[in-house]
T-cell receptor, first 115, second 112 residues
Framework: NAGVTQTPKFRILKIGQSMTLQCTQD?????MYWYRQDPGMGLKLIYY???????DKGEVPNGYNVSRSTTEDFPLRLELAAPSQTSVYFC??????????????FGAGSRLTVL | ELKVEQNPLFLSMQEGKNYTIYCNYS?????LYWYRQDPGKSLESLFV?????AVKQEGRLMASLDTKARLSTLHITAAVHDLSATYFC????????????FGKGTKLTVNP
């Protein structure tokens, strides 16, 4: 199994450009997430989804959009890239285990630089 | 708003020594997770703690949860170099178990 696959791994954008980070999971997980990781700041939740067709905002959603048309895919769209969006982005998926445990499986990450 | 604080944020220790990483959180929750991240890599799950008094152990790492004190600890016994990594605790938002709030992480360096 591939688990959670993110593309691209690295990308440099100019200010004002747009792009989509792709995320696919093959574990039939119902929950999917996008986090960003900035140095020394831990992970911040951008958006999440509890199933196909359902998305919701996390802590830092401004400047991003998501969609969840299938169980497998959860792309993250950056519109009008800004230097503040320079970060490492992690996609994750999970399923709700018994007793409510929700262990996340993370992708390898996408390092984005906006210049 | 749920806040999660870890300390220390940086920890340098010698092989063979013991130490504890602390994770405090600000509002009620009964689900806490520990993850490990190696430099330049993704995060991998270490422990899931689901109830007050829960204790989990794997090798030289032991995690515990005190929901009344809103505190989890990650204890390292007889550290070895391979444990060098950044350790994150993450707390589930009560009533919204699909959302986690992460601490800033503790960067552990184990020196020979």
């Amino acid at each position: 199994n591939a688990g959670v696959t993110q593309t691209p791994k690295f990308r440099i954008l100019k200010i004002g450009q747009s792009m989509t980070l792709q995320c696919t999971q093959d574990m039939n997980h119902n929950y999917m997430y996008w986090y960003r990781q900035d140095p020394g700041m831990g992970l911040k939740l951008i958006y999440y989804s509890v199933g196909a067709g359902i998305t919701d905002k996390g802590e830092v959603p401004n400047g991003y959009n998501v969609s969840r048309s299938t169980t497998e895919d959860f792309p993250l769209r950056l519109e009008l890239a800004a230097p503040s969006q320079t970060s490492v982005y992690f996609c994750a998926s999970s399923y709700s285990m018994s007793a409510g445990a929700n262990v996340l499986t993370f992708g390898a990450g996408s390092r984005l630089t906006v210049l | 708003e749920l806040k999660v604080e870890q300390n220390p944020l940086f920890l340098s220790m010698q092989e063979g020594k013991n130490y504890t990483i602390y994770c405090n959180y600000s509002t009620t929750s009964d689900r806490l997770y520990w993850y490990r991240q190696d430099p330049g890599k993704s995060l991998e799950s270490l422990f899931v703690l689901l109830s007050n008094g829960a204790v989990k152990q794997e090798g030289r790492l032991m995690a515990s949860l005190d929901t009344k004190a809103r505190l989890s600890t990650l204890h390292i016994t007889a550290a070895v170099h391979d444990l060098s990594a950044t350790y994150f605790c993450a707390v589930a938002i009560q009533g919204g178990s699909e959302k986690l709030v992460f601490g800033k992480g503790t960067k552990l360096t184990v020196n020979p």
